[in-house]
C-alpha cells in the first residue's frame, strides 16, 4: 500500500498563475482533507471532503477550489496563485471522520 | 473550540523516558484527546487517542488526568527518530482536527 500519495512534490508559480495539487489515497478511506502549513505554524485545514460527492470548508477556504473525483482521489486547485499561498500543502485521509487521519508526504508550493 | 496548552519544546536524553504534557482545562465530556507527531519534513504521523482511560499502543501511552483536564504522552525510550512535533488536539464527534503549535521535542545523543 501507497497509503496518501501527492504530486507534485514541489512546485514553483508566479503571481497569477493557476495549478492543481494533486492527492489519491488506496486505503478505501471515506474522508478526505487538504491542510496548509506555513513556516512554524500548525497546520490549517483548508477543505475536506467526508465522503465521495461531497466538500467542505475549513478554516481557510479562500483562494482555494477543490474536487472530489472519485473514493480515491481529492484535487486541491489554486486559480489565482498568491505569495500568501506559499506554503507546504498536506492531503490527509481516514476511513470516517471520527477515525485517525493518514497525512502525505506534502507539496512544497512557492508563489513568486 | 476547546484548546490545548502545551510547551513549545522540551529536550530528552536517549534511551530514557518522556513525558509530554498537555493541558485542556476547557474540554467538553465528548471530546476525545488526540495526539499526532510530525517528523522533520514530513506530514503528521498519527500517535495515540483516547477519552477517559488512559491508552496504550506500540508508539506510546497516554496518561489522562481524572477530571479529563490534562493528560500527558508518554514514550517510554526516547530515540533520535521520536525527535519530532507533537500535537495534542482535542476531538469531539464529526469536527475536523485543529492543530496548534505543538511541542518540540528534541533528543539527546
Known amino acids: 500500500n501507497a497509503g496518501v500519495t501527492q504530486t507534485p512534490k514541489f512546485q514553483v508559480l508566479k503571481t497569477g498563475q493557476s495549478m492543481t495539487l494533486q492527492c489519491a489515497q488506496d486505503?478505501?478511506?471515506?474522508?478526505m482533507y487538504w491542510y496548509r502549513q506555513d513556516p512554524g505554524m500548525g497546520l490549517r485545514l483548508i477543505y475536506y471532503?467526508?465522503?465521495?460527492?461531497?466538500?467542505d470548508k475549513g478554516e481557510v477556504p479562500n483562494g482555494y477550489n477543490v474536487s472530489r473525483l472519485n473514493k480515491r482521489e481529492f484535487s486541491l486547485r489554486l486559480e489565482s496563485a498568491a505569495p500568501s499561498q506559499t506554503s507546504v500543502y498536506f492531503c490527509a485521509s481516514s476511513f470516517g471522520r471520527n477515525y485517525e487521519q493518514y497525512f502525505g508526504p506534502g507539496t512544497r508550493l512557492t508563489v513568486t | 473550540d476547546a484548546k490545548t496548552t502545551q510547551p513549545n519544546s522540551m529536550e530528552s536524553n536517549e534511551e530514557e523516558p518522556v513525558h509530554l504534557p498537555c493541558n485542556h482545562s476547557?474540554?467538553?465530556?465528548?471530546?476525545?484527546i488526540h495526539w499526532y507527531r510530525q517528523l522533520p519534513s514530513q506530514g503528521p504521523e498519527y500517535v495515540i487517542h483516547?477519552?477517559?482511560s488512559n491508552v496504550n499502543n506500540r508508539m506510546a501511552s497516554l496518561a489522562i488526568a481524572e477530571d479529563r483536564k490534562s493528560s500527558t504522552l508518554i514514550l517510554h525510550r526516547a530515540t533520535l527518530r521520536d525527535a519530532a512535533v507533537y500535537y495534542c488536539i482535542l476531538k469531539s464527534g464529526n469536527t475536523p482536527l485543529v492543530f496548534g503549535k505543538g511541542t518540540r521535542l528534541s533528543v539527546i545523543a
Open positions: 476547557t474540554i467538553s465530556g465528548t471530546d476525545y
Open positions: 471532503s467526508a465522503s465521495e460527492g461531497t466538500t
Open positions: 486505503m478505501n478511506h471515506n474522508s
Open positions: 483516547g477519552l477517559t
